[in-house]
């Protein structure tokens, strides 16, 4: 019998190892195994397939041991691994390494454990050894690296062979599991106290030992309240210490146990509460139910603010009580923050969530209770969908447009929406597209019958959609003097009003840091990084430059380094400076900031967003951030900063995106009372897009791009590859690049673009040439194009000189 085993690594396919006959009965696809690569190397894989096949091309290892007792990748995981592979020729390994949580991919560490084979012998160590020595006595066993430590780097190798001559020690390179289960201690009461007489009589001999009766009293008031009484929870109650609770545990009045706890405590009411729906909302759900029983994929485009996610939250509940799970996806983890909180009233302890702000532990216990179907609905970013799902009835991906579901880097390069639809396939469930300004390429599948169309055009209850209105930018230039920059007059008084009505605003601006470049005014010279090939960003809250690609920061300079001029200014602005500002202009305001740079702590955007619901937030300034489903009453007016910067991005998608932005952000003004404002600084005022946006016209601005879409050949109407060539010698990059592109032009029915520099030509010293593809909708010749892709890839990078070139690829790219 032989496995097909997936290893955590870059390799293009996985490898096949003999399972021993002891091993044969246990042994099951989704389990992981022990194995060596190599001479020395030990690691973790997953069975993908057992079989009777025998590889022609090398001699076959046995696995080494098997780590699970169950499965921990289910079948249908299996398949959606293989799909994602396939279709975004991505390794298996990088498959695997995104999909499991950290823990779950056990590491080889090799040990050392202390055992001697004479335990009265009498042993003569040197110096060095002595030390360790005195460490493995202690300890009994040390990692590899903790005794290289101990002994120090020089005399390392020297002490391990000395340990190994005396015969003292054990090399063990078994695998070790880095997941393990939070511990908490549990205080309880000792047996001979349990009846009242005897604790009264306790309470007495107690008397004279003040901290002691504290610590006793608090634990009975604990013990009222509580099933179990932790110990940190009694130290906080008793101001005491752990000390003084041993000295009870010594006397035998409380006894000490330790159990494995959850580290995923939600705080939620779990009152069930009912959903009314209003009369456009109950017509939208009654075509949602005859859609979902008619096609397997449905797109609900809802205008912001039309309480879609009612509509959601009733569906969720139809599959929760036929016994199937559901996923609530969403672009962003930021947005998971506001929804949880209203989700948890209809949910309660089903509900699960899901992203890369939980530790490594924490992801683990989650993955564990969806296996166990302990948690009935999971809400979460693109990487919820490797969760090990049993009974998926639905998935629902919510503002199905957005470019943060395609995953950039690492490989896997996928997005999330088309795969949901696929790993809905593979469950038999049916998917929800919902967006308030779906992309272009889900109105086209609607549009062609290959998705159901579901509308709801108004807001709930009723409420109107926000006045927009389009502000000449110009008018800035009037008032420059005054040292305002960034908000033209009409957009102050604007301010001003809604301050006055007790209103929320927000502002937005599509760029972090304070001055998104300097420039030398006498020479033109710009900052740049010395690794990539982009200006850098000055943050004034770290008083430094910084590089946004590869994270490095540079002092300010004052002078410039090519003509010697002092006369260094700031160019175009940031949310920091907007910031800046706006607490100039209104000094009585109370002002945040929500971006990237702002919200890097686990808990910073819930705290930001308890502070905006409960209206300790006058004006908040953010980047898309603030774009993406936040849904505040009191939030009345919206400044759009900089619509210019939106619409001349160098993308296809460009006016798409610039589209959706102004829309979504507009949509977060007069939710509740109809009241809302919305102010978009624009220069070129005549922008068609400006025109849609002002409307709110969804329909007539799809109408107009798939036109140009179908002119200029590209999505929907074509699939896009794009192949990226990575090198820290230009040379090697264009050269490899334009080997490709040539063997690619051979090729029948597809165009091929470049080599060209990458919009940003330089990354971490890396130089990066694009070649794109364009070709047809036919899936053969994908398939084909795909194949001949990986055989160049390897027939380059075998070549002389190309060991470290990076070739990689990204299917269906979105920009």
């Known amino acids: 019998m032989f496995a097909d085993i997936i ?110 084979q004479e335990e009265k012998a009498i042993y003569h160590w040197s110096d060095a050894a002595y030390v360790a020595v005195e460490a493995l006595e202690m300890r009994k066993e040390l990692s590899i690296s903790e005794l290289r430590n101990i002994v120090g780097v020089r005399f390392f190798a020297a002490v391990l062979n000395e340990l190994l001559d005396a015969q003292t020690i054990i090399i063990n390179d078994a695998l070790e599991p880095s997941y393990r289960p939070r511990r908490e201690k549990i205080i309880a009461l000792a047996a001979a106290y349990k009846e009242e007489k005897e604790l009264m009589q306790l309470f007495d001999q107690l008397s004279r030992a003040p901290k002691q009766l504290n610590l006793l009293m608090a634990y009975t008031e604990l013990s009222i309240k509580n099933s179990a009484v932790r110990q940190q929870d009694l130290l906080e109650r008793s101001d005491a ?67 879609k996610t009612l509509l959601y939250i009733h569906e969720i509940k139809k599959y929760l009580a036929v016994g199937k799970q559901a996923l609530f996806l969403l672009p962003e983890i930021g947005l998971t923050t506001q929804l949880v909180n209203r989700l948890l009233a209809y949910f309660g302890e089903e509900l699960g969530v899901y992203h890369s702000r939980f530790s490594n532990n924490e992801r683990v ?143 937005f601006q599509n760029r972090r840091g304070y001055a998104p470049f300097q420039l030398c005014t006498v020479c033109g010279w710009v900052p740049h990084c010395k690794n990539c090939s982009v200006s850098l960003t000055y943050h004034k809250s770290t008083d430094k430059l910084h590089c946004h690609y590869c994270g490095m920061r540079y002092a300010i300079l004052h002078t410039c380094p090519q003509c010697g001029s002092n006369k ?89 995106r610039a589209f959706q932005l102004m829309e979504q952000v507009s949509g977060r003004a007069g939710r509740v009372d109809g009241a809302g404002k919305v102010y978009i600084q624009a220069h070129n005022i005549q922008h068609p897009v400006l025109r849609f946006v002002q409307e709110h016209d969804v329909r007539g601005f799809y109408e107009t791009e798939i036109q140009y879409r179908q002119q200029f050949a590209y999505p929907p109407f074509v699939r896009l590859i794009k192949i990226m060539f990575k090198h820290k010698d230009e040379p090697k990059a264009i050269q490899a690049a334009a080997q490709l592109a040539n063997t690619l032009k051979t090729i029948e029915g597809i165009q091929v673009q470049g080599p060209v520099p990458a919009l940003v030509s330089r990354v971490r010293n890396y130089y990066i040439q694009e070649v794109w593809i364009k070709l047809g909708r036919d899936v053969k010749q994908l398939d084909r194009v795909k194949q001949f892709l990986k055989e160049e890839r390897q027939h380059i990078t075998a070549q002389k000189g190309n060991t470290s070139l990076q070739i990689l690829f990204d299917v269906d790219p979105v920009s």
């Open 7 to 116: 290893l955590p690594l870059n390799m293009p396919q996985a490898l096949t190892y003999g399972v021993p006959v002891d091993m044969q009965e246990a042994l099951r696809p989704g389990m992981r195994v022990e194995i060596s690569l190599g001479k020395n190397k030990q690691y973790s894989g997953v069975v993908e397939r057992i079989h009777h096949d025998k590889p022609d091309a090398y001699d076959v290892k046995p696995i080494r041991s098997i780590l699970d007792e169950v499965p921990v990748v289910n079948e249908k995981q299996l398949k959606f691994w293989h799909w994602i592979s396939g279709y975004y020729v991505a390794a298996p390994g990088e498959v695997m390494h995104a999909a499991l949580p950290a823990h779950l991919k056990l590491m080889g560490e090799t040990r050392v454990q202390w055992a001697p």
């Open 241 to 307: 210490t752990a000390a003084q609770i041993k000295s009870l545990v010594d006397k035998g009045v409380f006894t000490v146990t330790e159990v494995d706890i959850d580290r995923l405590n939600y705080m939620g009411n779990n009152v069930v509460k009912e959903i009314e729906f209003t009369p456009a909302q109950q017509k939208a759900y009654t075509e949602l139910e005859k859609s979902l029983n008619d096609d397997n994929v449905t797109l609900l485009h809802g205008v912001t603010g039309s309480g």
């Open 365 to 507: 216990e989650i993955w564990e209770k969806v296996q166990r179907g302990k948690y009935k609905v999971v809400v979460g970013p693109r990487s919820a969908l490797w969760l090990p799902f049993d009974k998926l009835g639905l998935i629902i991906v919510d503002e199905e447009h957005d470019a943060s579901y395609k995953q950039k880097d690492p490989a896997p390069r996928f997005h999330a929406r088309d795969a949901a639809i696929y790993l809905a396939s593979l469950h038999g469930a049916k998917t929800i597209l919902g967006s308030a300004t779906p992309s272009v390429e889900s109105l086209y599948n609607a549009q062609q019958g290959k998705y159901a169309l579901v509308q709801l055009k108004e807001r709930y209850l009723g409420v109107n959609m926000p006045a927009i209105e389009i502000i000449n930018a110009k008018s800035l230039e009037t008032i420059r003097k005054q040292g305002i920059r960034l908000l033209t007059p009409e957009l102050r008084q604007a301010i001003v009003e809604a301050l006055q009505q007790k209103k929320q605003v927000i502002l």
């Open 568 to 656: 260094l200014v700031s160019k175009s602005f940031g949310t920091e400076k907007i910031e800046e500002e706006v607490q100039q202009i209104f000094p009585k305001a109370r002002v945040a900031r929500m971006d990237v740079d702002s919200m890097r702590g686990k808990h910073s955007m819930q705290e930001l967003l308890d502070l905006l619901e409960k209206q300790k937030i006058d004006i908040l300034v953010g980047t898309q951030m603030v774009v993406k489903g936040l849904d505040f009453a009191s939030v009345g007016m919206v400044g759009i900063l900089s619509a210019d910067s939106l619409l001349s991005y160098p993308d296809f998608r460009v006016n798409e």
